[in-house]
């Protein structure tokens, strides 16, 4: 299994930016499985930002609450962060990662290689 993210780049402050997460591979053979968007900003530890379980359920965390929205489309083995009203706290890697599970927990057996998001 293979994560590959794409769409980081530098915006300005209030700025949006879509993130994908292209998943190679199978990760379960029933096709479920809990995707999660993780970032760390140098210096600070690694935080989830927002998960989507194999029911299509949503969390994020209090601080992306009504800027981000996490989706995917099953057809194209793809994950999506759109980020809306960034800040410049909002600079980060961000991490796509998987785990083969239908519901969401602590644990991701997967992980991408991160593309940073920079907001000045």
């Known amino acids: 299994v293979q994560l590959v993210e794409s769409g980081g780049g530098s915006v300005q402050t209030g700025g949006s930016l879509r993130l994908s997460c292209v998943v190679f591979?199978?990760?379960?053979?029933?096709?479920?499985?809990?995707m999660g968007w993780f970032r760390q900003a140098p210096g600070k530890e690694r935080e989830k930002v927002a998960t989507?379980?194999?029911?299509?359920?949503?969390e994020y965390t209090d601080s992306v609450k009504g800027r981000f929205t996490i989706s995917r489309d099953g057809a194209k083995n793809t994950v999506y962060l759109q980020i809306n009203s960034l800040k410049p706290e909002d600079t980060a890697k961000y991490y796509c990662?998987?785990?083969?599970?239908?519901?969401?927990?602590?644990?991701?057996?997967?992980w991408g290689q991160g593309t940073q998001v920079t907001v000045s």
């Open positions: 990662a998987a785990e083969p599970t239908s519901s969401c927990g602590h644990l991701y057996s997967y």
């Open positions: 989507i379980d194999g029911s299509g359920i949503t």
């Open positions: 591979g199978y990760v379960n053979s029933r096709g479920f499985y809990c």
